[in-house]
């Protein structure tokens, strides 16, 4: 099936780590809260998100709470987060830097894509809807499966 924006599909997780092929795109949908691993415009993969707890509109500063909107790229990684491993996505991007040079703001930074919190009195956190800072959270199985399936330098679209 080819990517297409108007569609979305339930596609099962892939059963086996050898089954995991490497994705070229990661393609989020905010208001849909799921994102997608994309392989030459195929659906792959796609998972249920909690995003930043003022999830609507795009991130302007430092502690606006809300997940950034446009194009990025996963930069590097770290697998002793806080958070159950964490991807971290380049924002803010040139267009960010300028905006938010013009409105006299910090754009903020070290939006992630992340498991769960790893301190056991902040796992209240993944039954309460939108609760990150403005990152990209997902359940820790579909976590591992992102790492597995998603090189630094992978092209992230994230759509209002």
């Not at 339930?10 to 059963?15: E, G, N, S, T, V």
């Not at 491993?85 to 040079?101: E, F, G, R, T, V």
């Not at 992102?146 to 759509?159: A, C, F, H, N, Y």
Request: charged share 20%; net charge negative; aromatic share 8%.
């Amino acid at each position: 099936m080819k990517y297409c924006l108007l569609t979305l599909c339930m596609l099962p997780l892939a059963a086996a780590a050898n089954d995991i092929p490497k994705v070229d795109a990661i393609m989020v949908f905010k208001a849909d809260r799921v994102l997608m691993l994309l392989n030459h415009g195929e659906i792959v993969a796609q998972y249920p998100i909690a995003l930043g707890a003022e999830p609507i509109g795009h991130k302007i500063k430092e502690g606006d709470r809300r997940t950034p909107e446009g194009r990025y790229f996963i930069d590097w990684r770290n697998p002793d987060s806080r958070f159950y491993k964490s991807m971290h996505i380049s924002y803010p991007n040139q267009l960010d830097l300028i905006n938010a040079q013009l409105a006299g703001v910090h754009p903020g930074g070290m939006v992630m894509i992340h498991g769960m919190p790893s301190e056991p009195e902040l796992r209240w956190m993944d039954t309460h809807g939108d609760w990150t800072d403005g990152c990209i959270a997902v359940a820790n199985q579909h976590m591992d499966e992102i790492w597995r399936r998603v090189p630094d330098g992978t092209l992230i679209v994230i759509k209002p």
